[in-house]
Structures are given as structure tokens and as C-alpha cells.
């Protein structure tokens, strides 16, 4: 892929919106995305997004299919998930080494894994001991750019007497991160489904003796795997 070796021309904007598109289309399942989803995703107006991605497209890292749909290259994967790989070892690194909680290290990563230094990042990699998850419960892509995605669910799709665990949490909000932890959710918590409310889905769910009930908005934030 010739554009690997290119890569390093890219700026801050255009590594965010490969990042942004790769997390729409793979992470978040979309089967379609088009300029103006991806805007309100990164917050942006969508002609600033229009242009951005005439950019992309330019460089060989965005192609349009059929109705408008962004996809991206092969050398625009192999970006989004270098970029991917970096922030989540920084997330890592902040709380394991440097006292972070995990509502704070996600801001900062941001910052982080703009470096460009492939050195910087294996070596990170290996002091860690190649860790396989970040705080948030997420799978770390490896050095070769393998990519998985955790099979899991949202709290909010299950059902009255459902048993699950916690196995990762959205990590683009600090606010929820905190709430998260006030209430005594952790990675790999064991959640019971007592009740689904009809009126406005709210969940009352039991975990750790504690009773509690959370919004919908909650429950589509927080992901888990069943227990059978």
C-alpha cells in the first residue's frame, strides 16, 4: 500500500475524520454513512465535511459508493486503525503508569495519538507487556493492524430477567464515565435485568447487592455480554 508510506502528510483533521468514518462503518455496524452523519459525529458542519472529504478522496483513503455512501481504502483502514491502536495503548498507559482514572485518559489520547512515531508506539506496546484491552474494555489492535471488534451488546437490548456482564463502556463522555463508576459499575460487574419500564424504558438493574435504576440513554452506552 503505497499510501503507508505517505501517511505521515496526513494532518490531525484528516487522521480524526478516518478515524470518525472507520468507527461508523465497523465499530458502530452502520451500513450506510454519508457526509452529513458524519459531521453531526464529529460535531462539524457538513460542508466542512464535504470538503474534507474531497481531500480524502483525493489521497486515496475515501471512495463513494452507490446513494452516497463514504467507505474507506485499504490505506485509509490502515490508518484509522494505527490511530485506533495508539489511543488505546495511551488510554492504557495513563491509568495503568500514570494515575488517570478512565474519565480522564480519553481527551488526552486524543492529543496522543497524533505522534507520529511508530518506534515510540511498539515500545509502548511492549513496556506494557502488549496489553489486549484499554480501560474502557476494548480490544487493543495488535502491531500487525489486526482488528476485532468485542462481541457484545447494549445493556438496553436485553430483557426483564436477563443475566449479563459488563464488558466495555463508551468512553467518549466524562460525564457518564464518572456516573458509571459513582454507581459502582466496573469492567466485568455482573448485571441482573429486574425490570424494563415501558413507559420510557428506564432499566432497573441489580449488581453487586446494589438496586438501581438508569435511563435508556445509560443503557445504550453501556455493553456487555450474556451469561447463560
Keep these: 500500500m503505497t499510501n503507508k508510506l505517505n501517511s505521515n502528510n496526513l494532518t490531525k483533521s484528516e487522521e480524526d475524520y478516518l478515524k470518525a468514518l472507520f468507527q461508523l462503518l465497523i465499530e458502530d455496524n452502520s451500513a450506510k454513512v454519508g457526509n452529513n452523519q458524519l459531521a453531526d459525529y464529529l460535531k462539524v458542519s457538513p460542508a466542512s465535511t464535504n470538503n474534507m472529504i474531497k481531500k480524502l478522496k483525493a489521497k486515496n483513503y475515501v471512495v463513494s459508493e452507490k446513494y452516497g455512501k463514504l467507505d474507506l481504502t485499504e490505506e ?51 513496556f506494557m507487556d502488549f496489553p489486549k484491552k484499554d480501560p474502557h474494555g476494548e480490544l487493543i489492535p495488535n502491531a500487525k493492524g489486526e482488528y476485532s471488534v468485542l462481541p457484545k451488546v ?55 447487592d446494589v438496586i438501581e435504576t438508569v435511563t435508556k440513554k445509560f443503557a445504550d452506552n453501556v455493553f456487555v455480554k450474556k451469561v447463560v
Design 76 to 126: 485509509g483502514k490502515y490508518i484509522a486503525v494505527r490511530l485506533i491502536r495508539k489511543h488505546r495503548l495511551w488510554e492504557t498507559f495513563l491509568c495503568d503508569y500514570l494515575n488517570f482514572t478512565w474519565d480522564e485518559v480519553h481527551d488526552v489520547a486524543e492529543q496522543l495519538e497524533h505522534i507520529k512515531s511508530q518506534k515510540l508506539i511498539d515500545e509502548l506496546d511492549r
Design 154 to 208: 447494549t445493556l438496553s437490548s436485553l430483557t426483564e430477567g436477563d443475566l449479563c456482564q459488563l464488558v466495555a463502556v463508551n468512553d467518549g463522555s466524562v460525564q457518564f464515565l464518572k456516573y458509571v463508576s459513582e454507581i459502582g459499575l466496573a469492567l466485568s460487574s455482573e448485571i441482573k435485568i429486574l425490570e424494563v419500564r415501558e413507559f420510557d424504558k428506564s432499566i432497573r438493574i441489580q449488581f453487586n
